[in-house]
Nanobody, 123 residues
Framework: VQLQASGGGLVQAGGSLRLSCADSRRTSSNNGMGWFRQAPGKEREFVATISWNGDNTYVADSVTGRFTISRDRVKNTVYLQMNSLKPEDTAVYYC?????????????????WGRGTLVTVSS
């Protein structure tokens, strides 16, 4: 598994971005996947997760109703659609592949991490 996140950038509050996470080795199709974020001066936190087949998804309470996770197993890519962005969503966003096939909110259950992509939301 080799993950690369992309799609970050600068956006005004209320705007949208879609992050992508591609597995260049195409070996994560049977893994649960997740998105986490780390804001300046804060610990990394869970954002969203999806099971291997997409049947189960969970998002953090702070992004419920605004963020959606999805995946394309053929393309070995996971997406995070972020709508109604707020300044407090500003962070480096990381994608990760889990050790198992299910969706998980728990960081230690993720074995592979990509380099993050920076999302900045201006007020």
């Amino acid at each position: 598994v080799q993950l690369q996140a992309s799609g970050g950038g600068l956006v005004q509050a209320g705007g949208s971005l879609r992050l992508s996470c591609a597995d260049s080795r195409r070996t994560s199709s049977n893994n649960g996947m997740g998105w986490f974020r780390q804001a300046p001066g804060k610990e990394r936190e869970f954002v969203a997760t999806i099971s291997w087949n997409g049947d189960n998804t969970y998002v953090a309470d702070s992004v419920t109703g605004r963020f959606t996770i999805s995946r394309d197993r053929v393309k070995n890519t996971v997406y995070l659609q972020m709508n109604s962005l707020k300044p407090e969503d500003t962070a480096v966003y990381y994608c990760a592949a889990g050790r198992r096939s299910g969706a998980s909110r728990v960081m230690r259950e993720y074995a592979y991490w990509g380099r993050g992509t920076l999302v900045t939301v201006s007020s």
